[in-house]
């Protein structure tokens, strides 16, 4: 009986060691977690800050394109588009 005492109490801190390494390993999980969602919302504000349209055009405009100033326009159908 007195062995059966000694092992069970031996098991039980087994096991309170491994849950409080897994309570460790846990915490580091989710501050790791925490830090990328972080980074995640900040690269999604600056891709849509680069991808918007005022940014691309004054990047053209930085970069020596201009808008044209000519239109195009069609007065005759083109001829795929002529129902035969």
């Known amino acids: 009986m007195v062995v ?14 491994s849950i409080s390494t897994s309570g460790i390993a846990l915490d580091k999980i989710d501050q790791a977690l925490s830090f990328y969602k972080t980074q995640n919302i ?24 201009v808008e044209s100033k000519s239109s195009i326009s069609l007065n005759k159908p083109l001829p795929l ?4």
Do not use: C, D, P, Y
Request: aromatic fraction near 2%; avoid cysteine; hydrophobic fraction near 50%.
């Open 4 to 17: 059966t005492i000694i092992a069970l109490s031996a098991v039980r801190v087994v096991i309170s060691n």
């Open 42 to 65: 900040i690269l999604r504000e600056r891709l849509l800050s680069i991808t918007s349209l005022e940014h691309i055009s004054s990047r053209a405009s930085e970069m020596g394109f």
């Open 81 to 84: 588009a002529i129902k035969q």
